[in-house]
């Protein structure tokens, strides 16, 4: 299930923070011939253990997954805790980009029913958005756009979510190399762990006048 549109950045982003992907040098075709049905074939160079969809498929249905095993899966598939920002952000610049949501959101004004996924630079300015039914799928539409413009991993630009910070989101922020997700609503107690372990700042209940901050209350200056 999924809002129409960007399918081949929703594929590609998806590949991608599944680690099956790593590289647009990997793909050898992309065919968007039928409706609903989208096929990308991978070049002969390109190696991925079918087995990694498993996990997925079990993420989708309980919209979660459990415990400790996921932080030590996420370990032992080659992702790493991110290395500190240079950079200090200011706190004014993470308080205006609720406001700058809308712009990104179209379906959202039109429907109430979308969630959103921003991309904005340390400045505090929204540059990229994508929105869809399911908040996964905008994340996935977001992370693959980044990969066709070549712009993955992230360093120096944060992630803004309409809705709470899962520990999905959070893993595939990780998968972009995103340093920072901040997020209108609440994290789960399991991305706060990711978050730790991973070293990615993590900011809930993002508003014009306050947020908390779960992780990285060093690399913020409350101006």
């Known amino acids: 299930?999924?809002?129409?549109?960007?399918?081949?950045?929703?594929?590609?982003?998806?590949?991608y923070s599944e680690s099956i992907l790593t590289s647009m040098s990997e793909v050898a075709s992309v065919?968007?011939?039928?409706?609903n049905v989208i096929r990308l074939e991978l070049k002969d160079h390109a190696r991925f253990d079918p087995a990694r969809l498993e996990r997925h498929f079990y993420t989708t249905s309980s919209c979660g997954v459990c415990g400790k095993a996921s932080l030590e899966t996420l370990s032992l598939s080659g992702c790493t805790a991110l290395p500190p920002l240079t950079a200090r952000l200011k706190a004014s610049a993470l308080r205006v980009?609720?406001?700058?949501?809308?712009?990104?959101?179209?379906l959202f004004a039109a429907t109430g029913g979308n969630h959103g996924v921003a991309l904005f630079d340390f400045s505090g300015k929204v540059t990229l958005g994508m929105?869809?039914?399911?908040?996964?799928?905008?994340?996935d539409k977001l992370i693959g756009t980044l990969l066709q413009q070549g712009r993955l991993p992230l360093r120096d630009h944060g992630l803004l979510v309409s809705g709470r910070a899962s520990f999905e989101l959070l893993q595939k922020a990780l998968s972009a190399g995103c340093p920072l997700l901040a997020a209108l609503g609440a994290?789960?107690?399991?991305?706060?762990?990711?978050?730790?372990?991973f070293n990615i700042i993590l900011i809930g209940f993002l508003g014009a006048e306050r947020f908390n901050v779960y992780h990285g209350h060093d690399a913020i200056d409350c101006d």
Request: proline share 10%; net charge negative.
């Open 187 to 197: 994290p789960s107690s399991l991305a706060v762990e990711l978050a730790q372990e």
């Open 1 to 15: 299930m999924r809002t129409p549109g960007q399918d081949a950045a929703l594929a590609l982003g998806f590949l």
């Open 97 to 106: 980009l609720p406001a700058q949501l809308p712009a990104v959101q179209p």
């Open 131 to 139: 929105e869809d039914v399911g908040r996964h799928n905008a994340m």
């Open 31 to 35: 065919d968007q011939s039928r409706a």
